[in-house]
């Protein structure tokens, strides 16, 4: 048999199998397309990562502790909230704070709300002009970081264990929280799912306040113009080696691309492997 002879063959049994043909070419077109969606989100899903360690400050240096015993570090806190004024006498050092990561962003603050005789646990988090589904009242504004004000927004599910069903009344209503009282200026619809969490905000202050020295687990040094980072941070080191004289371990400096790589390595070991 010639080779166009083949050729006709296969052409004759493409016009005689037609389910089988199309169901063939289905199954081919949906095989390729899954895979190409699935690297095509780990490459996203890198991009995105790479993203935000381009957005970290070039001039800020992260400050990490290394416990010489794990068990040692369940004692005494390497690092407290009043670390950072004393830091900022460090000459090089413009600024402190605490080392944000995505943990901390998913999960938030857990405090204990009062009003009256009833409580409930908020899981706060910094408002950072988010937009949320307003039910009754207003969203924190600018101003209210600006001039102090101990403003809170809840979810409805909250403001229910608090105030009872009239949402709406409970606008303007005070809770304390952590020793703080915390005007209601708003009431948001959001319900709690498998994939997400409720979260209760507050301006940016309030929430640092509200948190333990126990959730440092690192710290973000801002550097001043023209100093170099590895003189500041012996400084530094210094100065929280004197401060928590305690301590068991040692300060180290962090290496800002340490947290991308590793998710780099995770997310294509999981695309290869699903794809």
């Not at 959730?215 to 012996?234: A, E, P």
């Amino acid at each position: 048999m010639s080779f166009l002879e083949l050729i006709n063959s296969a052409f004759l049994s493409l016009r005689t199998h037609k389910l089988r043909v199309f169901l063939t070419m289905i199954g081919i077109i949906i095989g390729i397309s899954s895979v190409v969606v699935i690297l095509s989100i780990g490459a996203g899903l890198k991009a995105q990562v790479n993203k935000s360690t381009s957005d970290v400050d070039a001039n800020t240096i992260t400050v990490n502790f290394e416990p010489k015993d794990e068990r040692s570090s369940s004692v005494v806190n390497p690092f407290d909230y009043k670390d950072f004024q004393k830091l900022k006498n460090v000459d090089g050092v413009e600024k402190v704070s605490k080392s944000s990561n995505g943990l901390e962003n998913l999960i938030g603050v857990n405090q204990n709300a009062v009003f009256f005789d009833k409580q409930t646990y908020l899981n706060i988090d910094k408002y950072n002009n988010d937009n949320l589904n307003l039910m009754y009242g207003k969203n924190i504004t600018k101003e209210d970081s600006d001039f102090k004000n101990y403003v809170i927004v809840l979810t409805n599910e909250h403001a229910k264990a608090l105030f009872g069903n009239d949402l709406k009344d409970s606008i303007g209503k005070g809770i304390k929280v952590k020793g703080e009282f915390f005007k209601v200026i708003g009431i948001q619809n959001q319900d709690s799912s498998v994939l997400s969490m409720t979260k209760d905000y507050v301006p940016g202050f309030a929430k640092d306040l509200l948190e333990d020295d126990t959730s440092i687990s690192s710290i973000d040094v801002k550097l001043r113009q023209g100093y170099d980072s590895k003189n500041v941070f012996k400084e530094v080191k210094k100065e929280l080696e004197a401060l928590h004289p305690d301590v068991k371990g040692t300060y180290t400096q962090g290496d800002p691309n340490a947290i991308s790589k590793t998710f780099e390595k995770i997310i294509s070991s999981v695309t290869g492997f699903i794809a």
